[in-house]
């Protein structure tokens, strides 16, 4: 069993930045590969990014390319993602999630998900 929790989410101004972090607990944290989702009130949730288990592959969705980045430390368990050049449409709850899979953005391949934080993006 894995245990996943978010932290970091908050309110911002369009064009601030936000530092999400996921802290995982249980099985080995190196042994999987992680990945931040999305869901806005009334959408579906939706791919953000992913990383490979060693780091050395990254994933991103077009909407977010350029502006976000993924990254993993091992050692302490933690993911990631800096949000840079935040927009209105950013806001969403996020959430991290583990695959013991090759890194994808299918969000049915992802076996532990973490509860989620709040995004908010003000014009």
């Known amino acids: 069993q894995v245990q996943l929790v978010e932290s970091g989410g908050g309110l911002v101004q369009a064009g601030g930045s936000l530092r999400l972090s996921c802290t995982a607990s249980?099985?080995?944290?190196?042994?999987?590969?992680m990945g931040w989702f999305r869901q806005a009130p009334g959408k579906e949730r939706e791919f953000v990014a992913a990383?490979?288990?060693?780091?050395?592959?990254?994933y991103y969705a077009d909407s977010v390319k350029g502006r976000f980045t993924i990254s993993r430390d091992n050692a302490k368990n933690t993911v990631v993602l800096q949000m840079n050049s935040l927009k209105p449409e950013d806001t969403a709850v996020y959430y991290c999630?583990?695959?013991?899979?090759?890194?994808?953005?299918?969000?049915?391949?992802?076996?532990?998900w973490g509860q989620g934080t709040q995004v908010t993006v003000s014009s």
């Open positions: 249980g099985r080995t944290f190196s042994s999987y590969t």
């Open positions: 999630a583990a695959n013991f899979g090759i890194p994808t953005r299918q969000i049915r391949e992802y076996d532990y």
């Open positions: 990383i490979s288990w060693r780091g050395g592959a990254t």
